[in-house]
């Protein structure tokens, strides 16, 4: 983990907070949205591990007033002054989540974001395992809300697993670009999937998800 004096000197998290933005990983998002051309004005945007709430005001700024922007996170965040940000308190492992996430969107999502990551042991291959968990569930949620056509963007760190959820994924979507922002640290192994053009059908894969949920109870 960075000293504090690292983080405090670190230009990113200067920038960050010169911009107004919650949490250093804003600078990151920005990147990629600006590089990807990942939103578009009046989108429907869904970002999963949402706390502090950068990768929202970023989302928000894209959007615009006619968009709308929902955050799901286990902890607690701090309204944004915006009518079309809404927050989710609970848990992805819920199934109830993705009913509150439609409930609020009122049906398909045009972008998934996912900056999950779990808290850190300093075991690698234990860190990416659950960090690949967390990975697969954002997908099991945005199979069940995005639209075809849809897009996502996923963080990841580099391990074992990261080979087989590549090829899972994109047989998921057209196409699957690999990128680290700049804003990414030196030392870390994290890496962002951007995911254009969902194969899936709303309608269809959340009939599915419905259904296995009913078998299982």
């Known amino acids: 983990m960075p000293t504090k004096r690292q983080v405090l000197g670190d230009f990113y998290y ?12 804003a600078l ?6 600006r590089r990807y051309r990942i939103f578009n004005e009046g989108d429907c945007v ?5 706390a502090p709430g950068g990768w929202l005001q970023v989302a928000r700024d894209f959007v615009g007033s006619k968009g709308k922007v929902i955050g799901v996170d286990l902890s607690e965040i701090e309204p944004l002054p915006f009518e079309n940000v809404h927050l989710i308190k609970g848990d992805i492992f819920d199934p109830s989540i993705i009913k509150q996430i439609i409930e609020l969107v009122g049906g398909p999502v045009d972008v998934v974001l996912s900056d999950l990551a ?14 690949i968990e967390l990975a697969r569930s954002a997908l099991t949620i945005s199979k069940t809300i995005i639209r075809q056509g849809g897009k996502m963007v996923i963080k990841l760190i580099m391990g074992s697993e990261f080979d087989q959820f ?7 979507f057209q196409s699957v670009s690999l990128y680290k922002p700049k ?7 994290e890496i962002y999937l951007i995911c254009k053009g969902w194969k899936g059908s709303f309608g269809k894969d959340l009939e599915t998800f419905q259904n296995n949920r009913n078998i299982s109870n």
């Open 183 to 189: 804003a990414s640290r030196e030392r870390s192994s």
């Open 14 to 25: 200067r920038e960050a907070k010169k911009r107004g933005f919650r949490s250093r990983s």
């Open 28 to 33: 990151k998002l920005l990147e990629l949205a």
């Open 166 to 172: 590549l090829k899972d994924v994109r047989q998921m």
């Open 118 to 131: 779990p808290k850190f042991s300093g075991i690698h291959d234990l860190d990416h395992a659950r960090q």
């Open 46 to 50: 869904v970002d999963l591990g949402a």
